[in-house]
Structure formats: C-alpha cells, structure tokens
C-alpha cells in the first residue's frame, strides 16, 4: 500500500443498528448503495476530509471520527488507489439531501448481504463495524467482479503517521 494513492474517505455512519447509507447518482458504484465518503482536498488530513464529507453529504456537523482501516483496489472502473476507512455515531435528527444521491438509514443486516450494496462492502463491512483489527483490505476487480480479497495488517509507521 502506497499513502499517496489513498485519496479517498469513506464512513460508515451509525446509530443503533442501522447504516446511513447514499444510493450514488454518479460513477463510481452509481447506482448503488455506499457510506458517506469523497475525495481528500489538498491541504487536508484523512480526518478533515472525512468530517467535512460527512456535513456536505449529510448536514451532520460531527467533532469526531474513529478511523477504521484502509481500502485498497486495482482492476476497478477508476484507477488502482484507495481509502480511508472510518466509523462515527450518528447525532440526533434527520440527514439533510444533497445532490450526491438519495439518503436512507439501512439495517446493517441488509447493508451487508443486500445486492444493491457496493459488493466489497458485503466483505469488509462488518469487521470495519464491529471495531476489529485495523486492516488494509485489498480488492482485485476483473470486469466489475470481484477477483480477489486479501487483508493485511497496517504497518506501524503507518499508523504513527496517521495517528499524531
């Protein structure tokens, strides 16, 4: 895993037994249900980009997030890269629309098994969730299916970087 090639955020949002899930209006995964995530801008740490994708795509204005692995892929419809991988509760209240696509609180047993779910998340979903080990979880794609799913533990120095 190269750090540089983790541009991307995800979280999973969560309150109670439920996901608050997106369904994509665009590529990549339209069509389909994902977390809340985008794009790091420059100048901003994992973190920053993750709380502010959070309030743009939701209207949630959250203080904190537990980051919760990374996501690495190739032979996807974008570029081999990756992404951070974050956990956070949900505060009280409804989400607000945006122009990503449609909102909707989804029960993790559905988020995890549903085919209008990203597929991956079918497969690291559920250990990112219940807080196990931080790990990288490495994709291969060939034709939009899923070739292969490795994990492997974060190198420390990693984590120090990511961590201070």
């Known amino acids: ?41 420059p100048g901003e740490t994992p973190r920053q980009s993750m709380l502010r994708e959070i309030r743009e795509e939701s209207g949630y204005a959250l203080q904190e997030v537990h980051f919760a692995g990374v996501l690495t892929w190739e032979g996807f419809e974008i570029p081999p890269g990756g992404l951070y991988i974050f956990t956070a509760q949900a505060p009280a209240g409804d989400p607000v629309a945006n122009d990503e696509g ?9 988020v995890f098994s549903s085919p209008e779910v990203v597929s991956n998340i079918h497969r690291f979903g559920p250990c990112v969730v219940r807080g196990d ?10 034709d939009g299916e899923i070739l292969a799913y490795r994990c492997y533990d974060l190198p420390e120095e990693f984590l120090r970087g990511l961590l201070v």
């Open 133 to 142: 080990a931080l790990l990288e979880h490495h994709f291969v794609y060939r």
């Open 102 to 110: 449609e909102l909707a609180w989804k029960d993790r047993a559905w």
């Open 1 to 41: 895993m190269d750090a540089a090639s983790l541009v991307y955020t995800l979280c999973f949002l969560q309150r109670g037994e439920q996901i608050l899930m997106l369904h994509r209006r665009r590529p990549p995964n339209q069509g389909l249900w994902n977390g809340i995530g985008g794009r790091i801008e």
